[in-house]
């Protein structure tokens, strides 16, 4: 696949970062590549633009973002006349205060990130504190631990949808937040490089969880990450589909490294 027109678009835990560790030390040798082939590589993550700011400035990334399932894209360097952020979701007030509604009305049994402290959410999800506190900023969602019954979720989940929110399940969490996804930002992250270049654009999309597939299914090659704790979500209606066979960053760099640079076949 010829890297002229390609954009890379991946989801971070449990894909490009270890689902235990957060570490990303696998991946180096694909992340080299598209540095030197400027290939723009876009996080699209349930991570909040705190989080996901850190990372890319760790991997000397400059490319636009997508936080929260969806919910927003930053752009790090617009065009006269471009915004800076596009807002696809809703205000994260607004969800908390329904939550809390919702929990008085029925009583269901939920937590969010809301109701924790930095040190509680940390213990959670195993951040180190400086991280669980840039993962604390959300702007347009909320991580929430179910702990009722799957009847009750049911009739929460209906709850949200007839309230106009959308809940997604994540890898560690359900994601409640306004109605967008991954793909559908996926989808304007096309329009946006077609609009700038004028080229055909191809999107190699990589994810590991639920809360990925509408975006595997939004671009050109879907890549299923394989996880160390769930099996793969059902397979996306993408035109081409890869499992791959290692987990995490180990996979999302086995796959990116034979979709850019794949090997000629040996002669027989």
């Excluded at 991946?27 to 290939?39: D, E, G, M, N, S």
């Excluded at 019954?149 to 306004?178: M, N, P």
Aim: aromatic content about 8%; charged content about 15%; glycine content about 6%.
């Amino acid at each position: 696949m010829s890297a002229v027109g390609t954009l890379v678009v991946t989801d971070l835990d449990g894909t490009l970062l270890d689902h235990h560790t957060y570490q990303y030390d696998a991946a180096q040798a694909a992340l080299a590549l598209c540095r030197q082939r400027r290939i723009p590589l876009i996080f699209n993550t349930s991570k909040t633009l705190a989080e996901s700011q850190a990372l890319a400035s760790a991997l000397s990334l400059h490319w636009p973002m997508v936080v929260e399932n969806g919910s927003a894209i930053h752009l790090p360097e617009p065009l006269e006349g471009e915004p800076r952020a596009v807002i696809l979701g809703q205000p994260r007030q607004q969800l908390v205060a329904w939550l809390q509604r919702e929990r008085q009305r029925a009583g269901f049994s939920v937590q969010g990130f809301s109701d924790w402290s930095v040190a509680e959410l940390a213990a959670h999800t195993g951040l180190s504190l400086a991280q669980a506190e840039l993962a604390q900023q959300r702007e347009y969602s909320e991580p929430l631990l179910w702990q009722d019954t799957e009847h009750a979720f049911l009739t929460f989940q209906a709850s949200a949808r007839a309230q106009g929110f959308t809940l997604l399940k994540g890898g560690r969490f359900f994601h409640l937040l306004g109605q967008t996804d991954k793909g559908r930002a996926t989808t304007w992250l096309r329009q946006h490089y077609h609009t700038r270049s004028g080229q055909p654009v191809q999107i190699i999309a990589l994810g590991d969880g639920h809360n990925d597939s509408a975006m595997l299914a939004a671009a050109d090659v879907a890549v299923q990450i394989r996880s160390p704790v769930h099996p793969f979500p059902p397979k996306p209606a993408a035109k081409r589909v890869i499992q791959t066979e290692l987990c995490g960053p180990a996979g999302w760099a086995q796959a990116l490294l034979s979709l850019l640079d794949p090997q000629p076949a040996a002669a027989h």
